[in-house]
């Protein structure tokens, strides 16, 4: 009989190391997600009077974010991170104040809370449910939208309307999901102007050309504002109450 000495040194080595299940042409376990990220001591992190400038040369498309000052605190990657802090773009301060629920959960790709505030001259919007990162970011929560003022909105973020009266403020909250390329938005309520509704909308942006779905219910709709007549004492233009209506279109190129 042989020895264990006397077999060749990776016989030995073989021997002394026998392979783990999922090794040796056998299928490795199933994981249903990403292995445990260690929970890691944080702190308290600051930024001073920062700076991101972004730029995509191929597009012609460049941004700066100047006069960032932030405050980011957290026991561990498992406890809640806070981020609290203020910004200058596009000659706008905006403030925002957020709350990850879990760091750790998100770095194993699980969901984890998060709570976001973000105000400024021309907006102001809140957050509060769910993010994962797993595959693609997703959201599941309430969102809350509002402006004083849809054309200020629009030319701030460099979409020119055509002048005329009308598309002041605006609000927009319901149950968010997102994630993919796939919006939905249930439980919606919307007003714009003296014109309010309810009701839901998605947007499916897989194909070149996005396309919109929206069920919504309107009160009256009084088209004055948008036509200016009610000054020139023409007849008041309004349109009565409607139910929903579901028929999918096509978003503007």
């Not at 990657?77 to 203020?86: F, R, T």
């Not at 973020?157 to 993919?180: S, V």
């Amino acid at each position: 009989a042989t020895s264990p000495a006397e077999l060749p040194p990776e016989l030995q080595d073989f021997l002394r190391n026998p392979p783990r299940r999922g090794e040796a042409g056998q299928a490795p376990p199933a994981s249903p997600r990403r292995a445990a990220v260690p929970d890691i001591a944080l702190g308290e992190v600051s930024i001073e009077n920062g700076t991101v400038r972004y730029r995509d040369e191929r597009a012609g498309l460049s941004e700066e974010v100047r006069a960032i000052n932030a405050r980011l605190a957290g026991k561990t990657l498992a406890s809640p991170i806070e981020a609290k802090g203020d910004l200058l773009l596009r000659g706008d301060k905006i403030d925002f104040d957020g709350r990850i629920g879990s760091p750790r959960a998100l770095l194993e790709e699980r969901s984890s809370r998060l709570t976001l505030m973000v105000v400024s001259p021309r907006a102001t919007s809140r957050y509060d449910g769910s993010l994962s990162l797993a595959k693609t970011a997703q959201l599941d929560g309430t969102i809350k939208v509002e402006t004083p003022s849809v054309r200020a909105l629009a030319d701030w973020l460099g979409a020119k309307l055509r002048p005329g009266p009308g598309l002041g403020a605006f609000e927009l909250e319901g149950d968010l999901k997102a994630g993919g390329t796939s919006i939905n938005l249930d439980n919606a309520k919307v007003r714009i102007d003296a014109i309010s509704g309810t009701g839901n909308a998605s947007v499916d942006m897989s194909s070149a050309r996005p396309s919109v779905r929206a069920g919504l219910r309107l009160g009256a709709v009084d088209l004055n504002p948008y036509f200016g007549e009610a000054a020139a004492g023409q007849p008041a233009r309004t349109v009565p109450a409607a139910g929903p209506a579901n028929a999918p279109r096509p978003a503007p190129p």
